[in-house]
């Protein structure tokens, strides 16, 4: 299957292993977007990470065209693994904003 899909932004940040740090919950990720229509960042906190290739996490926040955001983020492993420097995921977001009704998916 052809990927048609382009990079809009880029994703940073660390996720402490469960089994070496049983009292940590600091598993933030970042994520910065730059596109015409949305710029700005999201906060996504991961409870339990299984290490699969499908995680859902918890978007707590965010910045520019997603201030006060929360919702869901849902990364999918899109390809074998071929480093433990670089993976490559397809990220969706279900976003709710207070005081809107639109949502942006």
Same mark, same amino acid.
């Given at each position: 299957? #052809?990927?048609?899909?382009?990079?809009?932004? !880029? /994703? &940073?940040?660390? *996720? *402490? $292993?469960?089994? @070496?740090? &049983?009292?940590?919950?600091?598993? +933030? %990720?970042? #994520?910065?977007?730059?596109? $015409?229509? =949305?710029?700005?960042?999201?906060?996504?906190?991961? *409870?339990?990470? /299984? =290490? !699969?290739?499908?995680?859902?996490?918890?978007?707590?926040?965010?910045?520019?065209?997603?201030?006060?955001?929360?919702?869901? /983020?849902?990364?999918?492993?899109?390809?074998? &693994?071929?480093?433990?420097?670089? *993976?490559?995921? =397809? +990220? !969706?977001? @279900? %976003?709710?904003? $207070?005081? =809107?009704?639109? !949502? #942006? #998916?």
């Amino acid at each position: 299957m #052809l990927n048609t899909s382009k990079v809009v932004g !880029k /994703a &940073q940040g660390f *996720i *402490i $292993p469960v089994e @070496q740090f &049983q009292q940590s919950e600091f598993n +933030v %990720l970042y #994520l910065t977007f730059d596109t $015409p229509d =949305h710029s700005g960042s999201l906060s996504v906190q991961a *409870i339990k990470v /299984a =290490h !699969k290739e499908r995680e859902e996490f918890r978007v707590v926040g965010g910045t520019g065209s997603f201030a006060f955001a929360h919702g869901v /983020a849902v990364f999918t492993q899109t390809d074998e &693994q071929t480093s433990d420097e670089a *993976i490559t995921y =397809h +990220v !969706k977001l @279900q %976003l709710e904003f $207070p005081n =809107h009704s639109t !949502k #942006l #998916l």
